[in-house]
């Protein structure tokens, strides 16, 4: 099991930015499959990002924020971001990051929450028009 902690949330006006990162406990090799999900109110959530860090995996990204968001990893810090630019109002969220045991075939940001067993607890984002 690995301890998730968001941080850098906030409100901020529709076009700029914010970073999101989530500090993980620790590096844990059955927990390679990483991602952000998001959550607005009376909706699903759903997810936004994911990127395998076990190496040999590639980022994915829902079409929603495709081209305005990033996801990277620090492995020396074992931290999670996500660079989120170009802020729209319908990107106000709380926003989650996860990890679980899935492989880097299957790593992607579409799988079901019940796939990601260690998550943290969240951190608001508001975007106003």
């Known amino acids: 099991q690995v301890q998730l902690a968001e941080s850098g949330g906030g409100s901020v006006q529709a076009g700029e930015s914010l970073r999101l990162s989530c500090a993980a406990s620790?590096?844990?090799?059955?927990?390679?499959?990483m991602g952000w999900f998001r959550q607005q109110p009376g909706k699903e959530r759903e997810g936004v990002a994911t990127?395998?860090?076990?190496?040999?995996?590639?980022?994915y990204y829902a079409d929603s924020v495709k081209g305005r968001f990033t996801i990277s990893r620090d492995k020396a810090t074992n931290t999670l971001y996500l660079q989120m630019d170009s802020l729209k109002p319908e990107d106000t969220a709380m926003y989650f990051c996860?990890?679980?045991?899935?492989?880097?075939?299957?790593?992607?940001?579409?799988?079901?929450?019940?796939?990601?067993?260690?998550w943290g607890q969240g951190t608001q984002v508001t975007v106003s028009s």
């Open positions: 620790k590096y844990d090799p059955y927990r390679r499959c």
């Open positions: 990127k395998y860090i076990g190496g040999g995996g590639s980022a």
């Open positions: 996860a990890a679980g045991p899935v492989s880097v075939h299957l790593c992607h940001y579409t799988l079901g929450q019940t796939h990601f067993p260690d």
